[in-house]
């Protein structure tokens, strides 16, 4: 299937071009200005803005798009082309072009608008990277979604991709973790033993305790903490594991955080920062003010290895090994991206919460320090996200706090038990990932257009119903005339026409929730369609009626039959 915005914008460059070769415009390089659908439907299908080109042809705008109009070749898409100020040119995709588009369409089927952006070409996106400390919170569900949907789109694009879960099992995290257990399972035999505050409270690891109490009695009460935090470790990804099929995520490599340290990658990667430069012993960053030096003196500190990230626009040096010899999150997280780099993969996106914003900035610095270019790697952050429902009674939405197991957060569990997987996964992706997210249950839970996962799956649900029905008559779209399908089957087709585009914007911008959009836009689109243009009625005549089931076809997304 072509991509009508981009045989525009060849066919634009193609007269600029030819308007330079003879003169009508000096010569200049072409920049790459997109054609999109304009703002408003009575200004066409498709538009240009050529005012874009002003400051470079020395030209006005109005002036320039009459240019390129004249000079452009015919083409077979285009019924005709308006000009519009400041200096906008719209074209209208012809009507017969539209209707041919359907038996195009339907025999691509799921490779519709499969894209070459990609070919031959390898992505990764790392998304989730949870810590294997407890179960996947709300939180961590939004980034998953958004990291799954990334993935799909690159694949549609062309790409060949991986997606990786990087297992943090290693530092502080999961001596805890360990050390909970341990007094969680020593209660569970009988033990008098104090429960630190600051330790693991969630009841999952009581659940956890209760059965390594079952399977092995106090056969256990000689081990330490690592032979427990072993056992939370795995009871933990399986869960996440669980719970991220629940809504049909699935990663291909799990990297071991723990790897770096047994390969000595970790180390390599801080000696080769230090012989470039880019290291230094001290009890304080060198650019500390008198304050801080003071502050430094005052509490004893002892001389860490610092990071002179500074040097690479850091608003500060960043500490890569503490002064009791152990690392912060720094140094391995260079290290991975430093692996990940010599995978060889042309793009790697990282889902990361906003949270860690400045931690992305300082792994690129150090990938700079190592003499590596960090402009494969990509980060799409992700904010906040929290479970809601309205409170009648106080007149306000308030936060869900469901989740038995889990201690005080809701879980991805939580919301597929209140709700349903297409939902989890809707509503997750309906906003940017910019923007922060109340996930409103009561809404989500609606049988009822007013939930966008319903209004779109029923679009679906409406079309088969009508197949059913043409079945049961014994009706079929057999040499159906396109040609007789009206204006409103045709705005349909060219919201349809739309989705190369959606795709390409959505993959080169790294914006994963312009999909979500185009599908509740197109589902806007069919449904008064569908109020309108009756298929079966008595009052369609037959061939009108096997051309309007032809078209319902362009429907066959996967959803439910029936709802």
Request: charged share 25%; hydrophobic share 40%.
């Amino acid at each position: 299937m072509k991509q009508l915005n981009q045989e525009l914008e060849k066919a634009i460059s193609a007269a600029l071009l030819s308007a330079q070769a003879d003169g009508r415009l000096p010569t200049f390089d072409v920049p790459a200005i997109p054609v999109s659908p304009p703002k408003r439907a009575d200004q066409g299908d498709l538009s240009y803005p050529a005012m874009g080109l002003a400051r470079l042809a020395r030209k006005n705008p109005l002036d320039i798009a009459r240019l390129i109009v004249d000079s452009m070749n015919s083409l077979d898409f285009i019924d005709h082309i308006d000009i519009a100020p400041p200096g906008f040119i719209n074209f209208t995709i012809a009507a017969d072009y539209l209707k041919r588009q359907v038996d195009t369409i339907i025999a691509e089927g799921d490779n519709f608008f499969r894209l070459s952006i990609g070919a031959g070409k390898t992505a990764q996106v790392e998304f989730v990277s949870a810590n294997p400390s407890g179960p996947i919170t709300i939180g961590h569900t939004r980034g998953a979604v958004v990291g799954d949907a990334m993935a799909r789109l690159l694949e549609a694009a062309g790409y060949q991709v991986q997606r990786e879960y990087y297992y943090n099992n290693a530092g502080n995290q999961m001596v805890i973790l360990g050390k909970s257990l341990m007094l969680r399972y020593l209660q569970q035999i009988g033990d008098d033993v104090d429960y630190p505050a600051d330790y693991y409270q969630g009841e999952y690891l009581v659940d956890v305790a209760a059965q390594l109490a079952d399977e092995n009695g106090d056969s256990l009460r000689a081990r330490d903490w690592a032979y427990f935090k072993d056992a939370a470790e795995s009871q933990m990804f399986q869960w996440i594991n669980r719970s991220l099929a629940s809504i049909d995520i699935k990663h291909d490599e799990f990297f071991n955080e723990t790897s770096l340290f047994e390969c000595g990658r970790i180390w390599r990667t801080l000696e080769l920062m230090r012989e470039n430069g880019h290291v230094y012993e001290a009890t304080h960053w060198e650019g500390a003010d008198a304050v801080e030096v003071a502050d430094v003196a005052a509490k004893g500190y002892e001389p860490a290895t610092w990071f002179h990230s500074s040097a690479f626009g850091d608003e500060k040096d960043r500490v890569m090994v503490k002064s009791d010899g152990a690392p912060t999150y720094t140094l391995p997280d260079i290290a991975y991206h430093c692996d990940k780099l010599e995978r060889g993969f042309d793009i790697a996106v990282n889902v990361l919460g906003t949270d860690h914003f400045s931690q992305a900035q300082v792994v690129k610095y150090g990938l700079q320090a190592l003499g590596m270019d960090p402009a494969p790697i990509h980060v799409i952050f992700v904010q906040m996200v929290r479970a809601v429902r309205w409170n009648q009674a106080r007149g306000e939405y308030e936060a869900v706090k469901q989740s038995k197991r889990a201690g005080d957060f809701d879980t991805l569990d939580d919301l597929v038990e209140m709700t349903s997987a297409d939902a989890v996964r809707y509503h997750m992706l309906a906003r940017s990932p910019n923007s922060q997210l109340d996930f409103d249950v009561d809404q989500v839970v609606k049988q009822s257009n007013e939930n966008p996962v319903y209004y779109i799956q029923n679009a679906y649900v409406r079309c088969a119903g009508i197949f059913r029905e043409a079945d049961e008559r014994g009706f079929s779209d057999k040499d159906a005339d396109l040609s007789l399908l009206g204006a409103d089957e045709l705005c349909f087709i060219r919201k349809a026409l739309e989705l190369g585009n959606v795709i390409e914007q959505a993959v080169l911008n790294y914006e994963p929730h312009k999909i979500a959009f185009y599908a509740h836009e197109l589902a806007s689109v069919f449904h008064p369609i569908y109020d309108r243009v009756r298929v079966l009625h008595s009052e369609a005549p037959p061939d009108v009626a096997k051309a309007r089931l032809r078209f319902l076809q362009l429907m066959g997304m996967s959803a439910p039959e029936r709802m």
